[in-house]
């Protein structure tokens, strides 16, 4: 009895267990395409802040441009010569 009992759970034993292996892998294969999707979002959001990035990089490039400018004005005017001017 016991010899017919091991021929026979072995075999289950072992369809379920590879059974269980294939379930996991696939899951496992689900799992890493949503995560491509979501890959894919992320770089497009990354892209986006980067292109913000530079445009207020360039901005701030104009701002200090504009601001040594009004210095350089600035220090090329005298203050005596307002009051001569009057």
């Not at 996991?24 to 890959?39: C, D």
């Not at 986006?48 to 040594?68: F, H, I, K, P, Y």
């Not at 350089?72 to 009057?86: E, V």
């Amino acid at each position: 009895m016991l010899p017919v009992v091991m021929v026979l759970l072995f075999p289950i034993l072992g369809a379920l267990f590879v059974g269980y292996l294939a379930l996991r892998l696939v899951r496992a294969f689900e799992r890493r395409s949503t995560g491509v999707g979501e890959m894919a979002e992320l770089l497009t959001r990354v892209e986006q802040l980067e292109n913000a990035l530079e445009q207020q990089g360039s901005e701030l490039r104009q701002v200090a441009d504009r601001q040594s400018f009004a210095e350089q004005l600035q220090a090329g005017r005298r203050p005596d010569a307002h009051a001569s001017a009057r």
